[in-house]
């Protein structure tokens, strides 16, 4: 019972280290034995790798120090597999033919869940294909198909952005919020202030727009959109980002792109 006990307390002093955070992973994909894997983070505007280690036997770990709780990636190479939060504790990574999971810790599992739950979205818009191809091998009216998957498809897409939007909102206080909405915009052409944007802003708090990625964003947005207007004359680099002419903003569901690891999930389950 005393080896027990002391077993259990060393455990316990791992995960509770006031500065520290000890990741565990595991893998059953057989081509990720033996590659190297990295924690980035973003950094003075760019990238960064701040560790690494090597997947052996379906094993990885990544442990050290932080200033702060912050939002990182983990990544093989220069593909995303899944965001982490670095925070204290042990946090659990998982990854396998069809899921990927980040968990152990409060902001780590309330990412994961929100990231589940826009999965199980993707998930209902690839089903829609299928739904077609079933309703043509049966002879069913193409106009009268196409109507009703289109009604679904705005469904599904008013139910993403309603999700991407409330997470952010109910995490605008922690990494969470400007995390989800770095992921969002970094899919645009370029910084732009959309409806949505423009929405997220009216309701945000003062730490989220000291944020320096969501400042920064929302300088170069305004900055992009006063360039269209014709009030701003446009600097070599401003007109490199800019489109030749004004685009449409992302639809609800473009806007609802928050990670590339469920975008990649969902193609290895393919």
């Known amino acids: 019972m005393n080896k027990l006990l002391s077993a259990f307390l060393f455990v316990a002093l791992l995960c509770s280290c006031a500065d520290s955070y000890d990741i565990k992973g595991s893998s059953n994909v057989s081509n990720l034995d033996g590659r190297k894997l990295y924690l980035k983070v973003i950094k003075d505007g760019e990238l960064k790798n701040i560790d690494s280690c090597d997947v052996v036997h379906g094993q990885f770990s990544f442990s050290g120090t932080l200033d702060s709780v ?129 929405d997220i802003m009216s309701k945000a708090t003062d730490t989220f727009k000291r944020d320096p990625y969501v400042k920064e964003y929302i300088e170069a947005a305004q900055r992009n959109q006063n360039i269209m207007n014709g009030l701003e004359n446009p600097t070599e680099s401003d007109a490199q980002m800019l489109p030749s002419q004004p685009t449409a903003p992302p639809t609800p569901n473009e806007l609802a792109q928050p990670s590339q690891a469920g975008r990649q999930g969902q193609a290895d389950s393919d």
């Open 70 to 198: 912050r939002m990182a990636g983990l990544y093989m190479d220069n593909e995303s597999v899944l965001p982490v939060v670095l925070e204290r504790g042990c946090i659990n990574i998982k990854i396998d033919d069809t899921h990927r999971s980040c968990i152990g810790t409060p902001l780590n599992d309330k990412l994961s869940k929100f990231l589940d739950s826009y999965n199980r979205l993707e998930s209902q818009v690839n089903e829609l294909s299928h739904k077609q191809s079933r309703a043509i091998m049966n002879g069913d009216d193409l106009d009268d198909i196409n109507s009703k998957l289109e009604q679904e498809a705005q469904q599904i897409a008013i139910q993403e952005d309603r999700l991407v939007t409330s997470f952010i909102t109910e995490n605008f206080d922690n990494v969470l919020g400007p995390g989800v909405f770095m992921m969002v915009t970094s899919g645009f052409r370029f910084p732009e202030l959309t409806p949505w944007i423009e």
